[in-house]
């Protein structure tokens, strides 16, 4: 048996029995909603699963035709939503310990975030893996006009951003904080000036979880769907922003991954980014 729950604790579930189709999806909804390059995702038969705490009581928001995603009210966690065809399907990044299983494969990598590579060798689907009779959803287009900055949005549309220059420094985080409020391998993102961030659309939507232990960790999203956004952290000046949020190509990509020591175990960072263990030198 396996435990997981939303970074806040409000809801909690257990899962036994075999752990299946472990695979990180790149779809554009996945990235909106979690704020991250792409999920993960692991399955369990739906009689094996069961809330332990919360579960119906979150935000609900239908992503695609009868595909429900659901998440955390109060800290904006993404959460095991609805059975698909007897199974439902564990965010990995929430699961205590290590489950005993490793992903098997990358989906929907026509939609990858053009500021992230590919490079653990693992197999590789544009769409749904041959066999899975399910239909293949579009992104969504963004609906602010482009313009010389870089827009960015929730999965819903309820809220919209622009980010102007720069920035100061682009990261992947594998922190445990970040992997479960995000529901992701790790979150990667774009650290900029604080007012180089503006929404444009639903700002009064943007709900923020700080965490009680922690001295900066904040989880901003939308009150509508969950997706993680930008915070803005007046104190420090600056403004971190959920690169998955983003509809347009950043001009900086993320150059280094820290809080290493915390990665998931199932997890193996690929590439040659520099990585530390702790918080990045100085």
């Not at 564990?90 to 500021?115: C, M, N, Y």
């Not at 939308?222 to 509809?247: E, F, H, K, Y």
Request: proline share 10%; hydrophobic share 35%.
């Amino acid at each position: 048996m396996v435990r997981g729950s939303c970074l806040c604790g409000e809801h909690a579930y257990r899962a036994e029995g075999e752990l299946t189709l472990m695979h990180h999806c790149h779809c554009g909804r996945c990235r909106k909603a979690h704020g991250a390059a792409f999920s993960t995702w692991v399955a369990v038969a739906e009689d094996g699963f069961a809330y332990e705490r919360g579960g119906e009581k979150g935000i609900r928001f239908e992503s695609s035709p009868g595909f429900e995603r659901l998440s955390c009210a109060i800290c904006g966690s993404p959460l095991p939503g609805p059975p698909v065809d007897g199974r439902v399907f564990l965010p990995a990044a929430q699961l205590e310990g290590d489950p005993g299983v490793r992903p098997e494969a990358h989906i929907f990598t026509a939609s990858k975030a053009p500021w992230f590579e590919i490079e653990d060798g693992l197999p590789g689907f544009e769409a749904w893996p041959p066999g899975v009779p399910m239909p293949v959803q579009a992104d969504r287009a963004p609906q602010d006009a482009p313009g010389p900055y870089v827009r960015g949005s929730c999965l819903c549309g309820a809220v919209a951003f622009r980010v102007e220059g720069s920035g100061l420094v682009a990261r992947h985080c594998h922190c445990s904080r970040c992997r479960k409020v995000r529901g992701a391998a790790h979150a990667s993102n774009w650290v900029t000036a604080l007012d180089a961030v503006r929404f444009t659309r639903g700002a009064d939507r943007v709900r923020e979880y700080r965490h009680p232990e922690a001295r900066y960790f904040t989880h901003a999203f939308c009150d509508g769907c969950g997706s993680s956004l930008p915070r803005l952290d007046t104190g420090r000046g600056i403004a971190v922003v959920a690169m998955g949020a983003l509809d347009d190509p950043p001009p900086i990509v993320p150059s280094e991954h820290i809080w290493v020591g915390s990665r998931a175990s199932w997890y193996d960072v690929p590439g040659d980014l520099p990585m530390y263990e702790g918080a990045p030198p100085g």
